[in-house]
Nanobody
Framework: QVQLVESGGGLVQAGGSLRLSCAASGDTFSTYTIAWFRQAPGRDREFAAVNLRSGGGTVYADSVKGRFTISRDNAKNTMYLQMNSLKPEDTAVYYC?????????????????WGQGTQVTVSS
């Protein structure tokens, strides 16, 4: 079992930066693939970034590649999403997720554990 709690959302102007955090408790955090998804009003939850377990690397959605960076600190049981050069279309509720997976990692249904979400609003 893993419990996830996000923080760091807020309101920022276009071109600005935010860093989201997701604190994990429970099971061994380092053994999980971790990811960030986002959901804008009226749209499906979409994949943003993933950090694969066991040093499997990172993958980004094309829409955030080059602007967002996912990372983890296993000693602190925390994952991060550094978001730079934010655009109004990045406005969404951002969710962290964790799962014992190495495939289908861009699909929300593959993840067992989810945080409650944090709102990110980018003004133009």
């Amino acid at each position: 079992q893993v419990q996830l709690v996000e923080s760091g959302g807020g309101l920022v102007q276009a071109g600005g930066s935010l860093r989201l955090s997701c604190a994990a408790s429970g099971d061994t955090f380092s053994t999980y693939t971790i990811a960030w998804f986002r959901q804008a009003p009226g749209r499906d939850r979409e994949f943003a970034a993933v950090n694969l377990r066991s040093g499997g690397g990172t993958v980004y959605a094309d829409s955030v590649k080059g602007r967002f960076t996912i990372s983890r600190d296993n000693a602190k049981n925390t994952m991060y999403l550094q978001m730079n050069s934010l655009k109004p279309e990045d406005t969404a509720v951002y969710y962290c997720a964790a799962g014992s997976i190495t495939s289908w990692f861009t699909r929300a249904a593959a993840y067992k554990y989810w945080g409650q979400g944090t709102q990110v609003t980018v003004s133009s």
